[in-house]
């Protein structure tokens, strides 16, 4: 059977790619950032894991609003990174993990959850950003889409079912596989509108505290409750939160956090209890 | 739906050859689409303020953003009605203020560059 062997949160953003992209990740702006993620990809390392199931959001570069999908899985042979209007990144595509992801899907539908199955998609920051930073080598992917990008949006305590019910997916799969749960975006943002670039740096770190100690006391906010806290755009913060229902008992060994620019970066590492333990 | 359209025209610049199109005739470009004269008026003045105001998604924004040279900076300045050296005072401040609220890896951790 497969193990839940850990979880992490970690922003997602353009910028990231951008400053990987000029080499720029060792500068004073950015290293308090890539430090941060490497430290997450050091952790995730340490987990073993086989596989990566990410939470994640397109930002209209593979959907479309002719078919706008509330969730989302990704079950194809790899998928290409897609052009976000600068052209795509140099990466290779990203593998998915077929078998995992047929099975995830299989169960979602079973647990009465209506997804949209892709079996062609492309991927764009939303886990093209801090995939690479966290680790050179491609693991094979399970990608999970949850909108925030276009009303109507799911409410935060569906994200958490959703995450609740990808944990048992997982739990459930009849092969040896060690999987991570992966959740990227947010924190505060709004990238548009009079209040573009304000960082709600308070709430940010509320936040962190809340998805580690007391994850349930986020699923009272509506989402938008979320856009007043941290910006029109942190309802990203939805990924982090299914991602943390998929790892019960789980606890957070780190968690860091960086105001920069337009927004707040965070990265949040979850231990599972069936995990390997820290320096094992 | 308001500003379908505008959305659809934008995002349709995700694609190199719609980027090409756009760049060599912009006129032509928007001509195939179901715009409103105020919709195109905000395109032609690259009006990144009206756009949003208007319906556009900032993630098709970006889009039109990567197609003509502006970045997602210059863009919220706008957005904000600064001019970009006033934005930047702005951020820069608030990163000042926000420092305290960093939670940062012990130096060494995370391999550095």
């Known amino acids: 059977m497969a193990d839940i062997v850990g979880g992490l949160g970690v922003s997602h953003a353009p910028s990231i790619g951008a400053a990987y992209d000029r080499q720029e990740t060792a500068t004073e702006a950015w290293s308090p950032l890539f430090e941060s993620i490497r430290a997450g990809g050091e952790f995730l390392k340490s987990l073993r894991p086989d596989a990566l199931v990410v939470f994640y959001n397109d930002h209209m570069d593979q959907n479309w609003l002719d078919n706008w999908p509330t969730f989302q ?10 052009d976000e209007g600068w052209g795509p990144r140099a990466f290779e595509p990203v593998p998915c993990h077929l078998g995992l992801a047929e099975h995830i899907a299989a169960s979602l539908v079973a647990q009465e959850f209506d997804i949209a199955v892709s079996r062609e998609m492309e ?4 886990i093209v950003s801090p995939l690479p930073v966290l680790g050179e080598q491609w693991l094979p992917i399970v990608p999970i889409g949850i909108n925030v990008v276009w009303d109507p949006l799911p409410t935060p305590r569906r994200c958490w079912k959703l995450g609740a019910a990808v944990g048992r997916a997982i739990a459930a799969y009849e092969q040896p596989l060690r999987v991570a749960c992966i959740g990227t975006g947010g924190l505060s943002h709004e990238i ?8 709600h740096y308070e709430w940010d770190r509320r936040f962190l505290e809340l998805i580690d100690s007391e994850p349930e006391r986020l699923l009272d906010y509506s989402m938008d409750d979320l856009r007043r806290l941290g910006g029109h755009h942190s309802v990203e913060i939805v990924q982090w939160i299914a991602m943390r229902a998929a790892l019960p008992g789980a606890v957070a060994e780190f968690k860091y956090y960086y105001p920069k620019q337009v927004m707040g970066y965070g ?7 069936s995990g390997p333990a820290a320096g094992a | 739906m308001k500003a379908y359209d505008l959305n659809h025209a934008l995002y349709d610049l995700h694609d190199a ?3 090409a199109a756009f760049q060599s005739d912009e006129a032509a470009y928007l001509a195939g689409y179901d715009l409103g004269s105020g919709e195109r008026q905000a395109i032609r003045e690259r009006d990144w303020k009206r756009l949003h105001e208007l319906g556009a998604s900032i993630y098709v924004l970006t889009k039109l953003g990567a197609t003509v040279g502006v970045n997602l900076f210059q863009m919220g300045a706008h957005m904000r009605g600064q001019s970009f050296d006033d934005y930047q005072r702005f951020a820069r401040d608030q990163e000042e203020r926000a420092a305290a609220y960093a939670l940062l890896p012990p130096p060494g951790l995370g391999g550095g560059a």
Not at chain 1, 192 to 199: Q, R, S
Not at chain 1, 267 to 273: G, L, N, Q
């Open chain 1, 73 to 82: 899985v990704g079950v194809a042979d790899r998928f290409r990174i897609a």
């Open chain 1, 123 to 126: 991927v764009d920051h939303g």
């Open chain 1, 192 to 199: 548009d509108g009079p209040d573009f670039g304000t960082i």
């Open chain 1, 267 to 273: 990265v949040i590492a979850f231990r599972s209890p």
């Open chain 2, 17 to 19: 050859d719609r980027r």
